[in-house]
Structure formats: C-alpha cells, structure tokens
C-alpha cells in the first residue's frame, strides 16, 4: 500500500470567506452525487458513513486511527459556527459548530518545505475535479501527467474545495494511509468519505483558517 503513497502526494489543499448562518446539520437523504459513482449517505448520531462504490476494498476497510475518524469534539474558538480551522501539527480539520463544539476530521498536510499558513476563503467547489498540476509541479516532476479527469484515481479524488487565488485546496484522496501524515505539495487532504461530508456541509465563501 505504501508504494501508492506518490500518486496521493501530487495533491493540494484549502481555505474560504465567511459564512452566514450555519446550522449544524448531520442528516442527509441518502442520495447520487456523481452520474458514474453513487454515494450513499446513512444518517447516524455523529455524522453519516458514506460508501463510494468503486474503491477497492484495501481503501474502504483502511484501519484509521480513531483519531482521524469523524467525531464531534469540544473546541474553544473565537470563530464563528461554519468555519473551517485546520491544525497543520495535529493534522485535524475541525468545522466549528458553536457553544464550544466542532465536527473533527483527520488530514494529510503539506510535507516539509510545503508548509504554510493562513486565512483564506472558499471561492469554489466541485464534484469530482479534474486535476491540472500547476507549472511548479510539473518543474519539480516531469513524469507526472498535464492534466487527468475526474475519477477514482484523480489525486484530487471525490471532491475539491478551491482556496481563492492560491494553489491549494482542500480535497480528497483514495490513499487513507496518508491521512495524519505530511505527504502533500500544500493542499489539505481527507478521505473521500469526509471530504463529501464536509463539502455538503459548507457552502462557497467559507472561511478557512490554517494554522
């Protein structure tokens, strides 16, 4: 599984204006969100599991750590209910929810010298991106394609969650043996289970912070 660990570091990540009103909503019909893959959701206490059939069965029953699973936790912030806040040490995502609480995630980060810091917003998302590396990347490793379409084995993986004018995003990856590590170019990644899930949750101009 380890030999995968490339293709998944070719990634990038995240961040977002603010939001209005956010209603913490852990319930969703279940439902089709791509015309190639269904991705059903079943409503549980915490959040929802999402099943995206196609991957394989090594990525489906990867054993995260309980610490990188979803889970509502108790998080002090001055930052309003909708923000996304990113702990690039402890590799959490957390999605503030108001009166001290926060739908947790674990994350992939940027590996070293692809650190970074900061606040930003999100100015757009998609289903499935297709994935263009920019010009640094394709310096940096020649042999790695100049544009792939959306899909399974897209590095960007089931959605995208785009950063302003920055090269990052928050996305997700098919490899969930990088989450909890540094293995990115930059860009946060999650599971494509979490990743849905947050990006039903959080609309364009959400507010980002990573720390």
Known sequence: MRSLLSAAALASLIALPATSAFAFNAGTPPGVLSPDLSVVTHDTPDGSTITIPGESDQVRDYPLPAEF????VSYASGEKAGTIIIDTISRHLYLIMGDGKALRYGVGVGRPGFEWAGVHYVTRKAEWPDWTPPSQMLKRQPGIPTHMAGGLDNPLGARALYL???????????EPWTIGQAVSSGCIRMRNEDVVDLFRRVPVGTKVVVM
């Open 164 to 174: 302003g004018s920055t090269l990052y995003r928050i996305h997700g990856t098919a």
């Open 69 to 72: 699973m979803p889970q509502v």
